[in-house]
């Protein structure tokens, strides 16, 4: 089974500022396995990127995703209000002919 | 557009079957472009995949709770289930179901999930 550990576990920003959430894969995986989701308390996860790069039907650019190989990385350009909140990475591999989908630990974005 | 909701009862003993369904709208569950998962989050495990049907009753299981997960889709009623034997507290946490995009490779939509606690 392949691990996602993410990085930091708490990120401390203010609006305006940069995040950058970092995941890593306990071993190589493809990049078009790889997404972000952001959840909120109280709510479910949303969708943000797909494919390490791809944004999501109408989630704004200040999100990006990069990475490859083991390493992956999810920034926020400028934080607005409404991005703090938890962010998990997600992977999809399949091992023994199972299909299976694993999940990081999470990173909780908060405002400093 | 498309909703997931999940129905069941909130309180389950030890050692009895957690059931749980999804009914879907806005979306058919047997369109051949997903297949219908489940996963379930705690404050101790975080979000943990448990297990994805395809319309034509083929599933994928979390290794780790294989022995004791069924899921299963009934296309008449366009819902899908989720049985999990012998529970211990350990399973206590939100129910969420969603939708897998099989070119995507992600959870694209999601119910708002339910909660579900094993104590007796």
């Known amino acids: 089974e392949i691990v996602m550990t993410q990085s930091p576990g708490t990120l401390s920003l203010s609006p305006g500022e940069r995040g950058i959430v970092s995941c890593r894969a306990s071993q190589s995986v493809s990049s078009s396995y790889v997404a972000w989701y952001q959840q909120k308390p109280g709510q479910a996860p949303r969708l943000l990127i797909y494919g390490a790069s791809t944004r999501a039907t109408g989630i704004p650019d200040r999100f990006s995703g990069s990475g490859s190989g083991t390493d992956f990385t999810l920034t926020i350009s400028r934080l607005e209000p409404e991005d703090f909140a938890v962010y998990y990475c997600?992977?999809?591999?399949?091992?023994?002919?199972?299909?299976?989908?694993?999940f990081g630990q999470g990173t909780k974005v908060e405002m400093k | 557009q498309l909703q997931l909701q999940e129905s069941g009862p909130g309180l389950v003993k030890p050692s009895e079957t957690l059931s749980l369904t999804c009914a879907v709208s806005g979306g058919s569950v047997s369109s051949d472009t997903y297949s219908w998962g489940w996963i379930r989050q705690s404050p101790g495990r975080g979000l943990e995949w448990i297990g994805n049907v395809y319309y034509t009753g083929s599933t994928s299981y979390n290794p780790s709770l294989r022995s004791r997960v069924t899921i299963s889709v009934d296309t008449s009623k366009n819902q899908f289930s989720l049985q999990l034997s012998s529970v211990t507290a350990t399973d206590t946490a939100v129910f969420y179901c969603a939708r897998w995009h099989v070119n995507m490779l992600v959870f694209d939509h999601w119910g708002q999930g339910t909660p579900v606690t094993v104590s007796s």
């Open positions: 997600h992977q999809y591999g399949q091992q023994y002919g199972s299909h299976l989908r694993t």
